[in-house]
């Protein structure tokens, strides 16, 4: 499968929060690394082999987990978002990077459009991350200016662009929130999973795809069920206010707002959950953001049976030391 096939599947794919919705890709050309083992920075883990590659992460005061890379040689601060269906670039550091245009008559389409506007695609001729080499890697140019004033706020580096699931997915990678670690697969014809994981006391719940190449999980909220997407772009779990409101559930201001990519800043509401649960975790009583969701979650998910009622969120994530493993669409959650 050439690397047409997905850009054009996942053109008009949305990107939410912080960037957005995952999708599916195809592998990508590999520089041949040097064969290593990687100590991890996870106790469960026993060391890496060399045909996989483990990342420390970084977590800003934003709550977004943050790995550092290379792009074209120079150091790059990407935030790791589950959410973003193709990684992406800064639109203001496409030019620092040296990054070029596709070209018309190449296989990747010269722009895509998010949230209803058309964005640049910019080429990396290398995006290295560890010892995995990534040769001519398509990332979605945009305004990450948002993203950019909260880092200042927080005296924090802003990031440079977004890992998306277009990488995730051909590298079945392993992400640990509670841990901070990530781990690629570097070699695409190596079989099985991530050796010697420990998932003891841990609850199984997989994750489903939908036709648009979205992640979820199955819930229940306040007895109803729901589907949530997985997506560590997102600082904290937000339900859509439609699904809050069917349920009647009081809402409350705060000081709180969230804006995605081509879309205007939204306001943050606060409601309370008092019976959470995804899969056979329960949560008991929940504080949850709300949001209006239209626009980022689209094919009628926000009405379906069950509806898609919001974003699982990085706190609940790190909170029950969640595992999403990529290669095998399972999402790991301690009760």
Wanted: proline letters at 6%; one cysteine or more; glycine letters at 10%.
């Amino acid at each position: 499968m050439k690397k047409l096939l997905w850009w054009q599947k996942f053109g008009p794919a949305l990107l939410a929060v912080l960037l957005g919705t995952p999708a599916l890709a195809a592998p990508r050309k590999a520089t041949a690394p040097a064969a290593r083992a990687v100590a991890p920075t996870n106790a469960r883990m026993p060391a890496i082999q060399p045909q996989f590659e483990a990342l420390p992460l970084e977590r800003s005061r934003q709550n977004h987990l943050l790995v550092r890379a290379f792009i074209n040689g120079k150091p790059a601060l990407l935030g790791v978002d589950t959410g973003a269906p193709v990684s992406a670039i800064s639109i203001k550091r496409v030019k620092h990077f040296g990054m070029t245009p596709a070209q018309a008559n190449s296989d990747i389409p010269t722009r895509l459009r998010i949230n209803g506007r058309y964005n640049g695609v910019a080429i990396a001729r290398s995006l290295r991350l560890g010892s995995l080499n990534l040769v001519d890697e398509p990332m979605v140019a945009v305004d990450l200016a948002s993203s950019a004033r909260a880092a200042r706020l927080m005296n924090e580096q802003p990031i440079d662009g977004i890992l998306g699931a277009d990488i995730l997915f051909p590298t079945e990678a392993v992400l640990d929130c509670r841990a901070q670690v990530l781990i690629l697969k570097i070699d695409p014809e190596a079989k099985g999973g991530v050796p010697g994981m420990n998932y003891s006391g841990f609850s199984e719940v997989p994750m489903h795809v939908s036709s648009g190449y979205n992640l979820y999980v199955d819930g229940s909220l306040n007895g109803k069920a729901a589907k949530l997407m997985v997506d560590t772009g997102a600082y904290g779990t937000l339900l859509h206010n439609g699904f809050v409101r069917s349920m009647r559930l009081p809402m409350r201001a705060s000081a709180f707002s969230s804006a995605g990519v081509n879309l205007k800043k939204r306001d943050v509401r606060l409601a309370t959950i008092s019976r959470f649960s995804i899969g056979e975790v329960d949560m008991s009583s929940k504080e949850v953001g709300v949001i209006d969701l239209e626009g980022l979650v689209r094919g009628g998910l926000l009405n379906g049976s069950p509806p898609v009622a919001g974003l699982l969120g990085s706190e609940i994530l790190q909170r029950h030391n969640g595992i999403i493993d990529f290669g095998t669409r399972t999402l790991y959650l301690k009760r």
